[in-house]
């Protein structure tokens, strides 16, 4: 049976495979209290920078388990077997972890044990965990210590040293940090690809694959398809002076009729989808969102999409005289060459800078919109990765040392606020203050003098 009806059909085994669930790798790590540790807290910036390779765990709930499942490469033989370390946390800036223990990593029933990437699974019971809190999942050999995930996990601020002195947050190839919502802890399903794996990105390209894996019965799967919204605004913008935002978006398509769980379905157009799953048997409806983007997405090629990504250093009219000249994209490389004084090799360097910054965005930033979009996509493309990232409760800092517009160091602050349809949504706080600092850091693009 192939990875992808194992995962589609698995509500016809429920019963027993929720009593597996709940003994998968019963052992706990000793000491269940930790200690609190009296250091700053970690430093998230390694997970903004690029390229880096993330672990993306996604989350199910299955009866009074939450399952864990992963993609990851096939061992090599003789390699030991892989565990998942698992840490609750009252929130990112916790003293101490609410408990911790480990689970034995195994491949999903049904997979094909001679393919090069494996879908791994572990459980939970459900019970120990609760909105609000912030689950960390590590990934390790079986034996390693535990002590790996109390090394790096958040302390009491009262105690904490210089901000140079903050650890890290563990690699961001073996570590997460899931945010627990009532709607994480309760979904009953999956996204899965054409080849069933576990779609651990938010979005598909255009014409891409997608199915939905359920959880006991196979529930209706409906879909809207949104517009996915405006490009962020510059930092020193005053909200209060935009025009008021529409409380309803306009529902581009939708689906005529409900499809069985475990369909592959494709989407031509791009758009922000509402994947609406359930009401079969008494089961709420519950939404997620998946971007639809275009086909060479996070990248881009097309004359169209480097000029649109020039719009965080660019006037409109700039941009509509590049996308009239007669050879947008030749237009595109004179923009980058007189940035560079004429200096064709400093020209490329400027273009590989700032569009890969633009894939990078994308591919950290997405969701409810392509991230170059957003408002940590725009601070990352013209401002570059932050030095260092804290987390308090509800917001994240991102610390620069030399951003100002005298090369003092410099704040932002981006504040939580999820909707149903932008889960991971975070808004940066703007200050009239940055306009200095944000117009020179533009100059730094545009004049050969200051060039990066």
């Not at 009593?19 to 052992?27: E, F, M, R, S």
């Not at 997460?176 to 709607?183: N, Q, V």
Request: proline letters at 10%.
């Amino acid at each position: 049976m192939s990875i992808w009806k194992g995962l589609a059909n698995y509500g016809a085994a429920r019963r027993k495979l929720a009593a597996v669930a709940l003994g998968v790798g019963g052992a706990s790590w000793p000491g269940q209290a930790a200690s609190p540790r009296l250091a700053a807290p970690p430093d998230f910036a390694s997970y903004y920078r690029a390229p880096v390779a993330h672990l993306a765990p996604v989350l199910r709930r299955e009866g009074d388990s939450l399952r864990v499942f992963l993609n990851h490469a096939a061992p090599a033989s003789g390699s030991a077997a892989l565990q998942l370390r698992l840490a609750a946390w009252s929130g990112y800036d916790a003293a101490q972890p609410l408990w911790e223990e480990t689970r034995a990593l195994r491949p999903y029933p049904g997979s094909d044990s001679s393919a090069p990437v494996q879908v791994l699974t572990a459980a939970v019971a459900a019970a120990r965990l609760a909105p609000g809190q912030v689950l960390q999942v590590s990934l390790g050999p079986v034996g390693a210590a535990p002590a790996a995930v109390a090394s790096s996990a958040p302390a009491a601020a009262s105690a904490a040293p210089s901000p140079a002195a903050a650890p890290a947050a563990e690699a961001p190839a073996t570590t997460a940090w899931l945010p627990l919502s009532a709607e994480r802890l309760a979904r009953p399903f999956i996204l899965l690809d054409s080849t069933g794996l576990i779609l651990d990105r938010p979005y598909v390209r255009a014409s891409e694959g997608v199915a939905v894996a359920t959880f006991g019965l196979s529930e209706p799967v409906r879909w809207r398809r949104y517009p996915t919204g405006a490009a962020a605004l510059p930092p020193f913008t005053d909200p209060r002076t935009q025009p008021a935002a529409p409380r309803t978006l306009a529902v581009l398509d939708s689906s005529a009729a409900p499809v069985a769980a475990g369909t592959l379905l494709r989407f031509a157009q791009p758009g922000l989808l509402a994947l609406k799953v359930g009401g079969l048997g008494g089961e709420p409806v519950r939404t997620v969102p998946l971007l639809v983007t275009r086909a060479d997405f996070p990248g881009h090629t097309t004359a169209s999409e480097l000029i649109e990504n020039l719009l965080y250093l660019t006037s409109a009219t700039e941009r509509r005289e590049l996308a009239t000249a007669p050879d947008p994209k030749r237009a595109v490389d004179r923009f980058w060459l007189r940035a560079a004084g004429g200096d064709q090799e400093r020209a490329r360097r400027l273009i590989r800078s700032y569009y890969g910054r633009i894939t990078a965005a994308n591919e950290l930033f997405s969701g409810h919109k392509p991230g170059w979009r957003t408002d940590r996509g725009l601070l990352y493309v013209v401002l570059g990765p932050p030095q260092r990232v804290s987390r308090p409760t509800g917001e994240e800092h991102w610390h620069y040392d030399h951003a100002g517009h005298l090369g003092e160091a410099v704040t932002f602050t981006f504040r939580a606020r999820p909707t149903t349809l932008a889960p991971a949504n975070y808004e940066l706080v703007r200050r009239p203050e940055y306009q200095q600092l944000w117009y020179a850091a533009v100059d730094q693009w545009r004049n050969p003098l200051s060039v990066r």
